[in-house]
């Protein structure tokens, strides 16, 4: 099995930044991908941003240019630097990884933005 443990959500003023981390253990392949959803009461789960062990990347368009994601593959870890932080960026955000053909969650982190 695969387990995702994610850190460092909290409270931040508008502008700041934080920095999320997520280690990745268990039976993981090789060639994987790792990255990170986000999820608001009563919505859909959708995309911040994804990295494939490769490097390639994929990113919701709203948070291009203010965060930054990054993977190292020997620790099978990710992070997403997350600045310029906005109050529409609170949410929970959740880790994830696609290995073996399926897709593993980790239990999310509380990222909440104030005005």
């Known amino acids: 099995q695969v387990q995702l443990v994610e850190s460092g959500g909290g409270l931040v003023q508008a502008g700041g930044s934080l920095r999320l981390s997520c280690a990745a253990s268990g039976t993981i392949f090789r060639f994987n991908i790792m990255g990170w959803y986000r999820q608001a009461p009563g919505k859909q789960r959708e995309l911040v941003a994804t990295?494939?062990?490769?490097?390639?990347?994929n990113w919701e368009d709203s948070v291009k240019g203010r965060f930054t994601i990054s993977r190292d593959n020997g620790k099978n870890t990710v992070n997403l630097q997350m600045n310029s932080l906005k109050p529409e960026d609170k949410d929970v955000y959740y880790c994830?990884?696609?290995?073996?053909?399926?897709?593993?969650w980790g239990q999310g982190t509380q990222v909440t933005v104030s005005s």
């Open positions: 994830t990884i696609n290995t073996w053909g399926r897709d593993y």
């Open positions: 990295i494939t062990s490769g490097g390639t990347t």
